[in-house]
């Protein structure tokens, strides 16, 4: 299990560093491959993963309007481009159900279908939206995008590290947080991955000490809760992995999961602090 781990890592890594360094259309070009099959793969997951617990959806349709969206803001289309793809999904999902014998069951499937989008493609634009802050002028976005990764990722292992090491020391008397969603989690990781944030966030980000801890505070929690929902997703499921499309590391969702929530958090910030510029 460790070496496809690592050789999935490493891939995902190079590909991801590739997108960021290599200026103009080319890192655009791989950073828009990573994102369009990474939202049709995401969208795909999660509606597989309803259909375990009987919730029907138009899986295929679904999975290519989130694909064709991140094509549309990547091309730069910008946000009514977020509007005009779910409204014409909408809009076809409409007529399947006027045209299906079974109203109410083409009415579940679309809510489904919707719901997916919410939860999978949407926040996903955000991660796109930062990328593309300052493309082909600063590339500013670019290096904003790695910083919010960086500091997410510090949390998370920062987090699995002291939890790990406190567990190992106390004797196995760590103090559980939601032993019903995350058995693993505990209070002492938590502690221990927030300030791994901080310290990320206060050596990445610019604007004074104090906008390092807030961002680090802020995307830790946010990957936290990020990585709680897909627990609890995958546990009403009654899965263990979103997917098995990335060997050693499961499926799409489960890479993304800490990265979901603080996608529109940290977008949201940069627009109200102005960081770009």
């Known amino acids: 299990m460790f070496v496809p781990r ?4 490493i891939i995902l890594v190079t590909l991801f560093v590739l997108s960021i360094v290599l200026k103009d259309r080319i890192g655009l070009g791989i950073f828009g491959v990573l994102f369009t099959l990474g939202a049709f793969g995401l969208t795909y997951e999660i509606l597989t993963m309803l259909e375990r617990i009987g ?17 549309g803001l990547i091309c730069g289309l910008g946000y009514r481009f977020l509007l005009i793809i779910p409204a014409f999904l909408m809009v076809m999902m409409w007529l399947q159900m006027l045209n299906h014998r079974k109203f109410e069951e ?11 989008l919410m939860m999978g493609a949407l926040p996903l634009s955000f991660l796109v939206s930062i990328y593309m802050m300052g493309e082909g002028i600063t590339y500013g976005g670019r290096w904003l995008l790695v910083a919010m990764v960086l500091t997410t990722k510090a949390g998370d292992t920062g987090a699995y590290c002291t939890g790990m090491l406190y567990h190992k020391i106390s004797g196995g008397r760590n103090h559980k947080i939601v032993p019903n969603i995350s058995p693993k989690k505990s209070w002492e990781g938590t502690i221990g991955g ?7 966030s206060i050596l990445l980000f610019e604007n004074g000490a104090m906008n390092g801890i807030i961002l680090g505070v802020l995307l830790f929690f946010g990957g936290f809760y990020g990585d709680l929902v897909e627990s609890a997703f995958k546990r009403t499921c009654g899965v263990k992995d979103s ?14 999961d800490s990265l979901l929530l603080n996608a529109p958090i940290f977008y949201f910030y940069i627009v109200l602090k102005n960081l770009i510029y």
């Open 6 to 9: 690592l050789f999935s890592f």
């Open 55 to 71: 919730r029907k959806s138009y899986k295929l349709s679904t999975s290519m309007a989130a694909a064709f969206l991140m094509t």
């Open 106 to 116: 083409s009415l579940d499937r679309l809510i489904h279908s919707a719901a997916a």
């Open 194 to 200: 927030c300030l791994c944030s901080v310290v990320v």
């Open 243 to 256: 997917g098995a499309i990335i060997p050693g590391m499961g499926g799409i969702y489960d890479v993304l």
